[in-house]
């Protein structure tokens, strides 16, 4: 995404609206040169379950009512840019670390289409969010392990 040929390629497309999904942080310089609103669909729920894997740390930390994801405006922090829509989503007990990814964009994809359309329409409002933040990492094996015993989240 940051590279001359991606930039020359959206530039010569001119579209209203980027949106993106697990790639690298942009640079000021592409964001710079896109001149348009890049979208997000984060896999949790910002700004407290920024980086990776919101749904399963979310789900470590017994915190259910932040279990879920954003759509957001792309600014040059991670999962830092103004939310326009947050969904919770409802994993059971056949749920896994591998499937909340899954269950978070069936929900996040409807938000991301009326994102989309309100970001074209001129209607897209940011809304206020918690002011507790942290970015996750990828559980270690042994970390999963102990979330594992200690929760039950698998």
């Not at 591998?98 to 929900?107: E, K």
Request: charged share 20%; net charge positive; proline share 5%.
């Amino acid at each position: 995404m940051n590279s001359r040929d991606c930039r020359a390629q959206i530039e010569a497309l001119r579209p209203l609206v980027v949106v993106i999904n697990g790639t690298r942080i942009l640079t000021r310089e592409t964001l710079t040169a896109f001149r348009i609103p890049v979208l997000n669909v984060h896999a949790g729920i910002t700004p407290k379950y920024r980086g990776v894997h919101g749904a399963y740390w979310a789900l470590a930390n017994k915190d259910r009512e932040h279990c879920g994801v954003t759509v957001h405006l792309v600014d040059e922090g991670v999962d830092t840019g103004g939310i326009l829509h947050q969904a919770l989503i409802q994993p059971g007990p056949q749920d896994h670390f591998a499937t909340y990814p899954t269950l978070q964009m069936v929900t996040g994809s409807r938000l991301l289409c009326r994102a989309v359309g309100e970001v074209i329409s001129g209607t897209a409002s940011v809304i206020q969010a918690s002011a507790e933040s942290r970015r996750w990492y990828h559980p270690t094996l042994w970390g999963y392990y102990w979330n594992r015993l200690t929760t039950g989240v698998r």
